[in-house]
């Protein structure tokens, strides 16, 4: 039935192109002009094919078609239709499309290309209030966080929480919570939003914040697209440093590598500290650098490295990368403060090493990498990723089960990350969950197929990760989670699952909200 009435809709929809330049004599049927937004849905192959894939490469599903809003209201129009159908049809806003297992797919709907309303906005749908006590600045949900880096910075201003990455919408990570090496002290980008515009799924437009409609404004931020469509995120600033001083230092123990992590993100206020704290893990196999217009290794580095590495019985090694923020009139402080921090630390003698950057070649670092990756065809590929929290008390277990265990013997080509992050700096009123330990671990598996077969070989080693995660009861919980069935996702929500029901037949009773995450049934009324 839904299939037959979004099909029938869109038939209506896909006409209403033909018939707008005859549309002034009037010959159109009255109903089909009250539904203004339909000029703004395309629904032939090339618009399709383009929002039925993601970054993952592993998922594929086609929508009926795809909305090019030109302002949220044409958004609210599209979901109220929906919603007020006898056959409500599902609706998935699309930012990126970075997402790697289908979350942003609508098989059958209407995937909404949230990048739209950034080319059809005039003026810009970023603004920045600098003046006052606390600054911020109001992103449209669709927007780069580069391009709010380069709004902010022309007030001299920043956010203060970054994901590693800055080519991903503003609203793709606070569906998820937006996480990276500020996390540890400012908590993840969801805790740094003041004020929402969402769309819910009956289509209203609610401004919602810690004040107005809280429920709803808890409910989006780390929502997974469940509850409503964010069209606009306040986020407050801090003023923006210029140069970073950047730095890894290496470790062949996995023990001294989580003791001295734990140590730097316990600093309070006033002590020397870092300002970032992220970690990586080298499989000696996997032994990389970053971009190579800014290496952070000369080639005998490297070699040092792998000799390092050879010489632990795992031939696992860890980075633990930092960075203070600095001005050109404090260069003698950095100096200095680098040098108080490291003296408390215990990586490998000899092994730390710095660069000098400005601080968007930081933030943007990422950017250099899927450059060289592009250039040798090494980006679009599938990407079966897989992040975790995990709890501070299980981490040396995981070390050894995930990274020296299931991973012997593996050759990934990718990246693995292991930091960790305050749980007291999370809001536990989002929807976003945790693991319960105060410190907990990001571990991320961030693995590419390159070859034929890697698919199928890293999604059995997925598999195998998962299931010793499960059977050791380490209270993993998957970040930007991916369930195939209603149970996974009950166990993962766990305490928050009625919450999360009940949102959800608030908010969008029909299911018609971003169905590729798989959480509820598709259009089964939830109330
Ligand atoms: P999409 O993939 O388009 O959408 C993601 C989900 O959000 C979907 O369910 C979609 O329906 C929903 N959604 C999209 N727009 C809206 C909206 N306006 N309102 C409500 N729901 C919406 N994450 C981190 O936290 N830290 C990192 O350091 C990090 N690094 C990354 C590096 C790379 C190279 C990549 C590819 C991803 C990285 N991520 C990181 C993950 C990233 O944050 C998520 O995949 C995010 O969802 C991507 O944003 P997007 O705009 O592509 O969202």
Same mark, same amino acid.
């Given at each position: ?8 809709? !869109? ?5 209403? &192109? @033909? ?19 339909? &000029? ?18 592993? @998922? ?14 044409? #958004? ?12 409500? *049809? ?8 970075? &997402?790697?297992?289908?979350? +942003? ?43 709010? !880096? ?21 609203? %793709?990570?606070? &569906? ?19 004020? !929402? ?5 009956? %289509?209203?437009?609610?401004?919602? +914040? ?12 780390? %929502?997974?697209?469940?509850? %409503? ?29 989580? $003791? ?131 709890? $501070?008390? $299980? ?72 299931? *010793? ?57 939830? #109330?």
């Amino acid at each position: 039935m839904a299939g037959r009435c979004l099909i029938a809709f !869109l038939i209506m929809a896909s006409c209403l &192109s @033909v018939f707008v330049s005859v549309s002034v004599s009037g010959q159109l049927p009255g109903d089909l002009f009250a539904l203004g937004v339909a &000029s703004r849905l395309r629904v032939d192959g090339n618009w399709t094919a383009r929002a039925s894939s993601d970054f993952g490469r592993i @998922v594929t599903a086609a929508p009926e078609a795809v909305l090019h809003p030109a302002t949220p209201a044409d #958004i609210a129009e599209l979901v109220r239709f929906s919603a007020s159908s006898p056959s409500p *049809f599902p609706v998935a806003p699309r930012g990126q499309g970075h &997402s790697v297992r289908g979350q +942003s797919l609508a098989p059958g709907g209407v995937v909404v290309d949230m990048r739209a309303l950034a080319a059809a906005a005039a003026p810009r749908r970023v603004n920045v209030s600098a003046g006052g006590a606390a600054p911020y600045v109001d992103a449209g949900g669709e927007q780069l966080w580069a391009d709010v !880096l380069r709004a902010t910075l022309e007030h001299g201003l920043a956010p203060r929480v970054w994901t590693d990455y800055l080519r991903i919408t503003v609203a %793709g990570t606070l &569906s998820n919570a937006g996480i990276g090496g500020q996390a540890f002290r400012h908590g993840p980008q969801i805790a740094n939003v003041l004020e !929402l515009d969402v769309i819910t799924g009956r %289509g209203d437009m609610v401004t919602c +914040s810690r004040d107005k409609d809280p429920d709803l404004f808890f409910a989006a931020l780390g %929502g997974l697209g469940q509850f %409503g469509i964010i069209t606009r995120a306040r986020i407050g600033l801090e003023p923006a440093p210029r140069r970073v001083r950047w730095a890894r230092l290496v470790y062949s123990d996995v023990v001294t590598f989580t $003791r001295d992590q734990e140590l730097l993100i316990s600093k309070q206020d006033g002590e020397a500290s870092f300002d970032y704290v992220e970690g990586q893990v080298q499989l000696n196999r996997t032994l990389t650098d970053g971009p190579k217009s800014t290496p952070f290794f000369s080639d005998a580095d490297i070699t040092r490295l792998a000799g390092l590495a050879s010489e632990s019985t795992s031939g696992v090694i860890y980075f633990i990368e930092v960075a203070i923020y600095y001005n050109e009139s404090t260069i003698t402080s950095v100096d200095q403060k680098l040098e108080a921090i490291l003296e408390q630390l215990s990586f490998e003698k000899g092994f730390v090493f710095t660069k000098d950057v400005s601080y968007v070649q930081f933030l943007d670092r990422v950017r250099e990498e899927e450059r060289a990756l592009r250039s040798i065809g090494m980006w679009e590929v599938p990407h079966p990723w897989l992040n975790f929290f995990v709890p $501070r008390s $299980r981490i040396l277990d995981f070390d050894a089960g995930v990274l020296k265990g299931v991973f012997a013997g593996a050759n990934p080509v990718g990246v693995i990350l292991m930091y960790p992050m305050n749980k007291h700096t999370w809001d536990d009123r989002m929807t976003a969950v945790t693991s319960d330990d105060d410190v907990f671990y990001a571990v991320g598996l961030l693995r590419s197929a390159v070859a034929a077969g890697d698919v199928v070989r890293l999604e059995k080693e997925n598999e195998a990760v998962l299931a *010793f995660c499960n059977n050791e009861g380490f209270g993993c919980k998957q970040y930007l989670p991916h369930y195939t069935s209603q149970d996974g996702w009950q166990r993962h929500f766990g305490a928050k699952w009625n919450k999360v029901v009940e949102l959800k037949a608030k908010y969008d009773p029909h299911g018609i909200l971003s169905p590729g995450q798989k959480i509820f049934s598709p259009m089964k009324t939830i #109330i």
